[in-house]
């Protein structure tokens, strides 16, 4: 937005002011990140940015902590324990974030108040609580220090978030269409399959990849629950700063960002794809 | 013409219907539809219509009484299950699906081959001349091309009752005129037993083979439209449906199809009784406007005549429309067709107006 011809050296002065606020906040949240990246590809064991790379001396660049990292047998277990548990823990909780957020928006449904604060309280309650509150949970159920335990924990971490997604795109659903599918002759299975699905799925990926980034970055509650065999990668950075600093965290935490980047573009694009399908833009 | 016998295709047999457990919102319902018949359920709302109509596709349950479809009690089968096609309000296209995928829909449940499935979509298609628009989204379709959709859908799989839910609301005029021609046309040349849902009286006249009109959880009246125009059995009816006038008063004296009415302001005229069934009775005596006639060469012998002041003129075009004031009634309507030899009153002229006393109706005082 361009100035106006009619603006005062006040206006002017607050213009640029604004302009500088709203970079600095931007580099304020950036910066920690974005300086990770080049320091991921240090030659040396150090945090920090040497001669060599200041100047740009292709001596001091090299993958070595992307190598370390993919070799590492404890690391290549901690992948393995996130993808495992994160893909595990989306599955579960997108059904029954879906069904829930199905449920809730029926009329006819009764205290959706309570139960809709209750299904989302995971996400507010500080997680150190509800960490420690599962930990002692399940040392009862013998199910602490498992991978069940893990995923079960996870499940209740993400499904809010597939509530909320779900939720928002059932507020424009027509209900009269499941109607009209049952005058067709559909079966309520087939109509939720062949109707609500294809309509509601937007929301239900973009609650699945929000449960997936939840679980895939999530530590307190791995803290807790987890035993030396559930080590995801998170848990495997911590030890990585605690026990032996080495830069190869900064290598996990290159990639985590890129994971990140590329799931926030798939919601942003199915977003759109869902605003396209509802009409609300002509294809 | 139908009777509330079970033998009926659709038959509703003492049906109620009540949400909260107290109120009813349907009560006491009686209506039997024969085979092939189009029958418009009329009201405004709240009257209970669509709570009918809803019933019927299941998508309510009655409270009580039975809804039978040849023969058979429904109330226990769950809508899909009924085999009952249906228009909505707002269409109810899927998005997602093309014109064509929406019509498949109904066939691929029901299990047909794809070589029918094709047939039976290009037929319905041109039955409703959108042949051309399989592959179109429907959100690419104008409102008009959307509700053609609809129809051919709720008909691609060959029901034997359509029901339509006030479906042509959200069009103009023009387009639901059109429609509305279309429609029973349509219904008409496949024999199928339609059950129309509207709150437009001129929808229902111009479409229904019958009107069954609602209002307060009852059917007021159930006739033709011809019937239920000119033959309107109580002043809910005689109200609800055209333009009418009413003249407040007294029942004097009953004699055989004749009642003597003293009109509040000490008039008294001849009307037929419908149903006041006794002297004393306070009654509602309704006069269609364009039975109401100012120009003596038109007037039968028979005619009851009054004084009428002249309050205002309003030409229409094809009909003058005089607004009287008649016993005490500033409201009173007469409409007359612009025919050559047709007077235009001024204002504020006194002139002579009559009516035949079978046109005058002594209705129920309403509550």
């Known amino acids: 937005m361009a100035l106006p011809a009619y603006a005062t050296t006040k206006d002017k002065v607050w213009y640029y002011t604004f302009r500088v606020i709203c970079y600095a906040i931007f580099f304020f949240l950036m910066a920690p990140i974005l300086v990770m990246i080049p320091l991921s590809f240090n030659a040396q064991p150090y945090f920090s940015f040497t001669r060599e790379m200041l100047t740009f001396s292709p001596d001091g660049y090299s993958i070595r902590w992307y190598q370390d990292f993919l070799t590492s047998p404890s690391w290549l277990r901690s992948i393995q ?7 595990a823990s989306t599955a579960l909780a997108t059904t029954l974030g879906t069904l829930a957020a199905l449920g809730l928006s029926r009329s006819e449904m009764p205290f959706k108040g309570i139960i809709m604060a209750l299904l989302i309280s995971p996400m507010i309650v500080p997680l150190i609580i509800s960490a420690a509150g599962m930990f002692f949970f399940f040392s009862q159920l013998n199910i602490a220090q498992t991978y069940l335990g893990v995923i079960l924990a996870h499940t209740a971490l993400g499904t809010p978030f597939v509530i909320i997604t779900v939720t ?3 507020v424009g659903f027509d209900h009269s269409l499941t109607r009209a599918a049952a005058s067709l002759g559909a079966t309520p299975t087939t109509t939720f399959f062949k109707v609500t699905m294809p309509l509601i799925l937007p929301g239900v990926i973009s609650g699945a990849l929000f449960a997936f980034i939840t679980s895939f970055d999530e530590i307190v509650i791995v803290l807790f629950v987890a035993g030396p065999e559930q080590r995801t990668i998170p848990r495997e950075m911590w030890s990585g700063i605690r026990e032996d600093i080495s ?4 290598a996990v935490a290159t990639l985590m960002v890129l994971i990140s980047t590329l799931l926030l573009v798939t919601i942003e694009l199915l977003r759109r794809r869902s605003e396209r399908i509802r009409g609300v833009t002509p294809s | 013409m139908s009777d509330s016998g079970t033998d009926g295709f659709v038959v509703f047999d003492r049906v109620q219907k009540s949400y909260d457990g107290e109120t009813l919102v349907v009560k006491d319902l009686n209506l039997s539809i024969a ?7 009329l009201g405004p709302s709240g009257s209970g219509k669509t709570t009918c109509l809803m019933m019927l596709a299941g998508f309510e349950t009655a409270t009580h009484g039975e809804i039978l479809l040849d023969r058979k009690p429904i109330n226990n089968i769950p809508p899909h299950k009924r085999g009952i096609g249906m228009v909505f309000q707002n269409y109810a296209l899927f998005p997602h699906m093309t014109v064509g995928e929406n019509l498949s829909f109904p066939l691929e449940v029901r299990g047909m081959g794809k070589s029918v499935r094709e047939q039976k979509i290009k037929r319905a298609l041109d039955m409703v001349q959108m042949g051309a628009f399989a592959n179109r989204r429907p ?6 091309q959307q509700q053609r959709i609809a129809l051919a859908r709720a008909l691609v799989f060959e029901p034997e009752v359509v029901l339509m839910d006030e479906p042509l609301g959200a069009l103009d005029k023009q387009l639901r005129e059109h ?6 046309h349509l219904a008409h040349s496949l024999g199928i037993t339609t059950v129309y849902v509207t709150h437009d009286q001129t929808e229902a006249l111009t479409m229904s083979d019958n009107v069954a009109v609602f209002d307060d959880g009852r059917i007021q009246q159930l006739a033709p439209p011809d ?3 000119e033959e309107p059995q109580n002043s809910f009816v005689a109200q609800f449906i055209g333009e009418n006038n009413t003249l407040d008063g007294v029942v004097k004296e009953i004699k055989g199809d004749t009642a003597l009415v003293e009109l509040d302001t000490g008039e008294v005229i001849d009307a037929r009784p419908v149903n006041v069934t006794r002297a004393g009775e306070r ?3 309704s006069i269609r406007p364009e039975r109401v006639e100012s120009n003596k060469d038109r007037l039968h012998e028979d005619a009851h005549t009054v004084k009428a002041e002249v309050m205002e003129f309003i030409y229409m075009g094809d009909v003058f429309r005089t607004r009287l004031k008649v016993a005490g009634n500033e409201n009173f309507i007469m409409k007359s067709r612009n025919a050559p030899d047709q007077v235009r009153h001024k204002p504020g002229s006194v002139i002579e107006i009559g009516w035949m006393p079978k046109d005058c109706r002594a209705l129920d005082m309403p509550a």
């Open chain 2, 35 to 41: 085979k092939g018949e189009f029958l418009t359920m």
């Open chain 1, 168 to 170: 928002a795109t059932l």
């Open chain 1, 247 to 250: 830069p190869t965290i900064l």
């Open chain 2, 283 to 285: 009654t509602r005596v």
């Open chain 2, 179 to 184: 429609m509305q021609f279309e429609i029973t």
């Open chain 2, 139 to 144: 959100a690419q379709l104008s409102g008009g």
């Open chain 1, 81 to 87: 324990n996130s993808f495992m548990i994160g893909i």
């Open chain 2, 227 to 229: 019937v239920l125009y």
